[in-house]
């Protein structure tokens, strides 16, 4: 079992920054890629970002692409978000989801574990 925690959500003004991090516990972190998924107030969740179990390949959602970089520390056990440039339309609640599997992927149904998410609310 793979539990996970985020932190970091909060409010911001757009334009400003925030990092999002996901500590996961487990002996599996380090074998597992990571992704980050967000839903919209009235939209379904969409994928953000996913990065592989040795950081080697990291993927982005259009619509963050160059203002999102994602992270992993495999000592730590934790996976970071850093959102920089940030948008009214980036609100949401981000969670933190982890495969069983080493490989990145950018659907949400090739993740096994979830965790509950935090806020993010960016006011323009």
């Known amino acids: 079992q793979v539990q996970l925690v985020e932190s970091g959500g909060g409010w911001v003004q757009a334009g400003g920054s925030l990092r999002l991090s996901c500590a996961a516990s487990g002996r599996t972190f380090s074998t597992s890629a990571m992704g980050w998924f967000r839903q919209s107030p009235g939209k379904e969740r969409e994928f953000v970002s996913t990065v592989s179990a040795s950081a080697a390949y990291k993927y982005y959602a259009d619509s963050v692409k160059g203002r999102f970089t994602i992270s992993r520390d495999n000592v730590k056990n934790t996976v970071y978000l850093q959102m920089d440039r940030l948008k009214p339309e980036d609100t949401g609640v981000y969670f933190c989801?982890?495969?069983?599997?080493?490989?990145?992927?950018?659907?949400?149904?090739?993740?096994?574990?979830w965790g509950q998410g935090t806020q993010v609310t960016v006011s323009s």
């Open positions: 989801a982890a495969r069983r599997y080493s490989t990145a992927n950018m659907e949400e149904q090739m993740y096994a574990y």
